[in-house]
C-alpha cells in the first residue's frame, strides 16, 4: 500500500500519519446523508462491507519490510516478515519506564468517590470476576456499573452491582468465535454472512457502552455520569469513550478473552502462527502484535470511524493511527491472572500490572441437589469435563468422544452440558450431567479437570491445586494449555477439532498420573497465597490521574469544575458551599464545562518509534529502514510521559506553555471542554450526576480535611490565596 491519498481506499485503510488530516472522511460517517460515492459497497450478511477490503489478509512491502497476515480457514493468523537487511535484536532495555501524568504516589490508596463503568464483552466466565473487582471498589464507597449483555443483568444484579445492556448476544459472539478463534473471520464466515452479523453487533455493542457512560439507570432512573472506565479489550468502544469524555481508562483482562494483548519480545501474539520470519525471534514476536493489530483494524476500523465521527464527534483514524492505538498512548493495564502460571515479561513496564486472578466466591451458602451429592459419595473423586459457555458444534459426537474417553480412563466423570448442551438419553452410571454449579465448590470434590481453558475456568481449577486437560476452542484458550502444560500441571492442549477417543483417554490418564497432581498442587498453593482482587484495585488506583481529580479545598470529593479565576479545581459540594458563601458567584466558574482529568492525543505523531510502541516500530521497520537500525544500536534513552492535561484557564493566560510543564509538582484542574445538554450551572451538575446541588451537605467547617497552608490562617479566602500563589509557582516552572 501507499502512503497516498486514495479514494478508492477506505480512510481507515490509508497509510497517512496522524497528523496528515483534521478533515473528517466520508467514509468515516460525517454526514447521515453521505452517499458513499467514495466507496462501492456490496452485501455479507446483514451489513455492508467494502468489496476493496480481503478481511482474510493483510499485505504491506517498504524499503525495509515486506510482510504479509492471513487468516487460516479456523480464524487463526499466521505472518510472514521478510526483511531486506539484517536487523540486530531489539535492544534489552528498549521498553521504557512510564512517567503517567497527574498521578498521586504518596496516597493513591485513598482516592475520592468515583462512578465507574467497567464494560464487558464476553461469556459469563468474562463478567464474574470483574464482578469480584466492582464488589471490592463498592466496598471503597465507589459507584460502579457493570455494562454487559442483557443475558448476565440478573446475575450483575444479584451480586450488588448497577447493571447496564450493552447488546450483542454472548452465545452468537461464543459461536463466532467457535468458527472464528481469532474474532478475525475464516473462509467460511466470510462467505456465510457471518461477518455482516458481527459488524453489526459490534456497531451495536459500541453504541451500547457509550450510553453506559452517561444514561440513567435503567431501574432505578438514577442519574449517572461516568468518571472513569475499566473495561476488558473486546468492547473496543473503551479508548474512544475516555477520549470523548476525558477521563481516565483502565484496560484489564479477566478470561475468555484474557489473552496478552499489550506486545513483548518474550512470545509472540497468542493468536499468531510464524510461518517464516529472517528476523531475530523477541523482534519477530514484538511485531507479531503489530500484525494482529492491523488485521483487525482492518475488518473493524470504518465502524469504529463511523462511532469516533457520528457519535463521540472525534476524527477518524487511519491504519496507521487507529491499530496499537492503546499500546502507543501507554494505557494501563491489570493482567488478573496469577505471575505463578504467567510471569511479568520485563518489557512489560510499570504501567502493565500482573496482580494474581480475581475470585467471585459464589459457593458460599452452596447446597448440592440431592442427586449429585449422592454421586459424589458414591465412589472416588470423579474428573470434571465442561466447556462453559463455549457453543459446541456437532454435541452429540462430542458426548459420545468424552463416554468412550471416561470408559477407557476407567474413571468417574462430572460433565456439564453448559450451551454446548453436551450429554444424551444414555448416560453410564458412573457419568453425572451437572447444571449449573459453582465451580469454586465443584472443582474441591473432582480430582481433575478438562475443559476449553477459560482463564476464569483455569484459575478456579488451578487454584484448589487440580490437574488441568485444556481443549481450546478461540481466542486465548491455546495459550493457557500451553502454560498448563509448561508447568506440568496437565498434558498439551488438544484443538476442540482434534479431540477423539484416544487423545482424551491419554489426556485422562495423564492428569490423574502423580506428577500431574503434584505440580497442581504446588501451583496451587502459590495462587491461593496472591490477593487478586485487592492487587487489582490497588492497580486501578495508582494508575489513576489524581492530582487532576481532587477537590483542592476538599481531597476526599471529586472535582467536577474548574475556576479559572480562583486557579481551583472544585467538587460540586464546594461550589455550592462557596456560592452559597458568596465568595464566588456562577460566572467565576467556567460554566458549561466540566473537568476532564485525563487527555488521549489519538492521532498525535509519536517523536521515536521504539517508545511508539509496536506498530510504530513496524511502520518504521518497513519504511525507513536506515533510521530503526540506528535506534537499535543506540536506543534512545529517558522515560515516556504520557498526555497531559492543562487548565484551560491557565492555557489562557499563559501563552508560552509547553509540553514540560507536566514536569511541574501539581497542577490545577485540567483542559475542559463544552459539554452537550448544559444551559447552566445548575444544570451542569444534573448533567453531571451528581445530586449535590440541591442536596444535604454538613457545613463549611467539616468541609476541608486537610486544609492548605493559607486556609489555616485565614479560612476559604486563604484558601483560594494559597492557589493563586501555587499557580504562579507553577507558571513560573
Request: hydrophobic content about 40%.
Amino acid at each position: 500500500m501507499s502512503k497516498t491519498k486514495n479514494s478508492e481506499t477506505p480512510f481507515h485503510m490509508q497509510e497517512v500519519d496522524p497528523e496528515d488530516t483534521v478533515v473528517v472522511p466520508k467514509d468515516a460517517g460525517s454526514n447521515d446523508d453521505d452517499d458513499g460515492s467514495d466507496m462501492a459497497e456490496i452485501e455479507l450478511g446483514s451489513i455492508q462491507t467494502s468489496p476493496n477490503t480481503n478481511y482474510a489478509e493483510y499485505n504491506v512491502s517498504g524499503k525495509g519490510l515486506i510482510s504479509s497476515a492471513k487468516v487460516t480457514p479456523d480464524g487463526r493468523i499466521v505472518i510472514s516478515l521478510s526483511l531486506k537487511q539484517k536487523l540486530p535484536e531489539l535492544p534489552k532495555d528498549y521498553a521504557k519506564d512510564v512517567k503517567e501524568f497527574a498521578i498521586d504516589k504518596d496516597q493513591f490508596d485513598k482516592p475520592p468517590a468515583m462512578s465507574i463503568v467497567i464494560m464487558i464483552v464476553g461469556s459469563r466466565g468474562d463478567v464474574q470476576p470483574f464482578l469480584a473487582l466492582g464488589k471490592s471498589l463498592i466496598r471503597d464507597g465507589h459507584r460502579v456499573r457493570i455494562a454487559t449483555h442483557s443475558s448476565f443483568e440478573e446475575f450483575v444484579r444479584e451480586n450488588g452491582l448497577e447493571f447496564f445492556n450493552i447488546g450483542g448476544d454472548p452465545k452468537d459472539l461464543m459461536a463466532y468465535m467457535v468458527k472464528n478463534p481469532g474474532l478475525i473471520p475464516g473462509l467460511e464466515s466470510l462467505t456465510n454472512g457471518d461477518i455482516g452479523r458481527k459488524r453489526k453487533m459490534l456497531e451495536e455493542m459500541l453504541d451500547g457502552c457509550w450510553r453506559a457512560c452517561f444514561e440513567p439507570d435503567t431501574k432505578t432512573n438514577d442519574a449517572f455520569l461516568a468518571d472513569a472506565i475499566i473495561s476488558n479489550p473486546p468492547t473496543f468502544a473503551h479508548i474512544h469513550c475516555a477520549e470523548a469524555l476525558g477521563i481516565p481508562l483502565l484496560m484489564s483482562f479477566t478470561s475468555v478473552l484474557a489473552m496478552p494483548w499489550c506486545p513483548t519480545t518474550s512470545f509472540p501474539h497468542p493468536l499468531v502462527n510464524i510461518s517464516q520470519s529472517n528476523a531475530e525471534r523477541g523482534l519477530t514476536n514484538y511485531l507479531s502484535y503489530a500484525m494482529a493489530e492491523m488485521l483487525t483494524w482492518q475488518g473493524m476500523g470504518d465502524i469504529v470511524n463511523r462511532f469516533r465521527a457520528k457519535t463521540l464527534g472525534l476524527e477518524p483514524l487511519s491504519m496507521r493511527s487507529g491499530p496499537g492505538v492503546v499500546d502507543r498512548l501507554k494505557v494501563p493495564w491489570t493482567y488478573c491472572l496469577s505471575p505463578a502460571l504467567v510471569p511479568k515479561p520485563a518489557d512489560w513496564r510499570n504501567h502493565i500490572d500482573v496482580v494474581g486472578f480475581y475470585f467471585l466466591e459464589l459457593a458460599t451458602n452452596y447446597k448440592p441437589a440431592e442427586d449429585l451429592a449422592a454421586f459424589l459419595e458414591k465412589g472416588p473423586p470423579p474428573i470434571y469435563i465442561g466447556f462453559g459457555s463455549v457453543v459446541v458444534e456437532d454435541p452429540d459426537a462430542m458426548t459420545k468422544t468424552i463416554l468412550e474417553a471416561v470408559k477407557r480412563a476407567g474413571v468417574r466423570a462430572l460433565i456439564s452440558a453448559g450451551w454446548g448442551k453436551i450429554g444424551g438419553d444414555i448416560i453410564p452410571d458412573d457419568v453425572f450431567i451437572l447444571g449449573n454449579v459453582p465451580h469454586d465448590w465443584l472443582f474441591t470434590k473432582v480430582s481433575a479437570v478438562c475443559h476449553h481453558g477459560g482463564a476464569g475456568t483455569t484459575a478456579a481449577g488451578l487454584r484448589i491445586g487440580k490437574p488441568t486437560i485444556v481443549v481450546p476452542f478461540f481466542g486465548d484458550q491455546p495459550f493457557w494449555g500451553m502454560m498448563i502444560n509448561r508447568a506440568g500441571a496437565g498434558p498439551k492442549p488438544i484443538p476442540h477439532r482434534e479431540l477423539n477417543t484416544d487423545n482424551l483417554t491419554e489426556a485422562i490418564k495423564f492428569v490423574t498420573s502423580q506428577s500431574a497432581q503434584e505440580a497442581a498442587g504446588r501451583m496451587g498453593e502459590q495462587i491461593r497465597g496472591e490477593d487478586g482482587v485487592t492487587e487489582g484495585v490497588l492497580s486501578f488506583y495508582k494508575h489513576l490521574p489524581l492530582l487532576n481529580m481532587r477537590c483542592d479545598l476538599d481531597p476526599t470529593r471529586l472535582a467536577l469544575w474548574w475556576s479559572t479565576e480562583h486557579c481551583l479545581k472544585l467538587s460540586a459540594f464546594a461550589a455550592q458551599v462557596l456560592q452559597d458563601a458568596k465568595k464566588l458567584t456562577v460566572n467565576t466558574l467556567d460554566a458549561h464545562r466540566r473537568i476532564r482529568p485525563k487527555e488521549y492525543e489519538t492521532r498525535k505523531k509519536v517523536s521515536d518509534p521504539v517508545t511508539g510502541g509496536a506498530s510504530a516500530i513496524f511502520w518504521t521497520i518497513t519504511h525507513y529502514y536506515a533510521g530503526i537500525a540506528q535506534i537499535f544500536y543506540n536506543p534512545p534513552k529517558g522515560i515516556v510521559n504520557t498526555t497531559t492535561a492543562i487548565p484551560r484557564g491557565i492555557m489562557n493566560i499563559v501563552a508560552d506553555i509547553h509540553e514540560g510543564l507536566h514536569n511541574a509538582p501539581k497542577l490545577y484542574g485540567s483542559d475542559v471542554r463544552e459539554h452537550g445538554n448544559v444551559d447552566d450551572f445548575k444544570s451542569g451538575l444534573r448533567e453531571a450526576g451528581k445530586g449535590f446541588f440541591y442536596g444535604y451537605y454538613d457545613g463549611i467547617t467539616g468541609l476541608i480535611r486537610e486544609p492548605m497552608e493559607g486556609a489555616k490562617k485565614e479560612g476559604w479566602l486563604g484558601a483560594i490565596k494559597g492557589a493563586g500563589r501555587s499557580y504562579v509557582n507553577v507558571s513560573h516552572t
